[in-house]
């Protein structure tokens, strides 16, 4: 384990029962028995350490979003493949049972043909002094809490935007405080996204199809370790019936995910391309809020 000063490692390290810790981070890189290294740093922070980690020969897990932009994430990953090591963004709702038994139960037709994805990221944030309000730092709603929702869509649909609308209420930094992005896919298919700093919690997701809809109305990306569930209506049903599934930790389950691949038991769950995906239609969607118009994902501007 790294950090910024010995005296905080050495705290870090007694509180967690962590057998080593180190007083930088380019002591963690230089050493040789660190074969893997997780960044939980800043956004702006992420491309950097990440190259240096990879250039010292270690595998990365990174934390979400992988990158600031989709340049900044092609950089990564065509690094991580000179280097011949692995390189995974940590969208830890992935690995939790609960989304893995919902993403099954679409591929299964449950809900028929979706028509609509909707989720909601939203939390009251207290300190005005959080790296969130910095733009320089790669702050801003869309980046720290729509990526899970643009990823979800993604995921579900198994597909990607053509275009996306975006639109934000900026704060006196410059970065997004509130952000709703609507995405459309090849087949008609519609996501919203909403994504806040400012507003009531919100951590909700439904998918909804021409035969009923899946709905979790609250702790969607982030239940903790405590049992779960989700709602499942019919076509013409407004009460339907409720699925718990068993608490899990979903970021013990990612990490141990991620060990395994890097140890060659297991392709990753999340690849690299994906995160490029995720990042590109981000980026489309910040250029939309700004611009005021529809934007292909691919850049140019378009026409609903």
Request: charged letters at 25%; aromatic letters at 6%; glycine letters at 10%.
């Given at each position: 384990m790294g950090c910024r000063s010995?005296?905080?490692?050495?705290?870090?390290?007694?509180?967690?029962?962590?057998?080593?810790?180190?007083?930088?981070?380019?002591?963690?890189?230089?050493?040789?028995?660190?074969?893997?290294v997780y960044i939980p740093l800043p956004n702006h922070l992420h491309c950097e350490w990440t190259l240096k980690a990879l250039r010292a020969g270690k595998h990365v897990l990174c934390e979400k979003p992988l990158a600031r932009n989709g340049e900044e994430a092609q950089r990564m990953v065509e690094e991580a493949k000179a280097r011949g090591k692995l390189l995974m963004e940590g969208l830890m709702y992935r690995f939790h049972p609960r989304s893995r038994r919902i993403k099954s139960l679409v591929a299964e037709g449950l809900v028929g043909e979706i028509r609509l994805v909707r989720s909601a990221f939203c939390f009251p944030h207290p300190d005005p002094q959080d790296i969130r309000f910095r733009p320089e730092m790669g702050g801003g709603a869309?980046?720290?809490?729509?990526?899970?929702?643009?990823?979800?869509?993604?995921?579900?649909?198994?597909?990607?935007?053509?275009?996306?609308?975006?639109?934000?209420?900026y704060g006196p930094t410059g970065v997004d405080l509130t952000f709703v992005g609507i995405l459309r896919f090849p087949r008609g298919e519609m996501a919203i996204v909403e994504a806040s700093f400012v507003t009531a919690l919100q951590q909700t997701f439904s998918v909804v199809g021409t035969r009923g809809a899946i709905e979790l109305p609250h702790d969607a990306f982030i239940p903790w370790e405590k049992d779960c569930w989700f709602?499942?209506?019919?076509?013409?049903?407004e009460e339907g019936k409720v699925e718990t599934v068993p608490g899990a930790d979903e970021y013990q389950r990612m990490v141990e995910h991620f060990a395994d691949a890097a140890l060659g038991q297991m392709p990753l769950e999340v690849e690299p391309e994906d995160s490029i995906r995720n990042m590109r239609v981000l980026d489309a969607l910040a250029e939309s809020a700004r611009k005021g118009h529809p934007v292909y994902v691919g850049g140019q501007a378009c026409i609903f």
């Open positions: 010995e005296e905080q490692a050495q705290s870090l390290a007694l509180e967690h029962e962590i057998p080593g810790a180190c007083p930088g981070y380019e002591e963690v890189l230089e050493n040789p028995a660190v074969d893997a869309l980046l720290d809490v729509g990526c899970y929702g643009v990823s979800l869509a993604r995921w579900i649909l198994g597909a990607e935007p053509e275009f996306v609308q975006g639109s934000a209420q709602r499942i209506r019919g076509v013409d049903e």
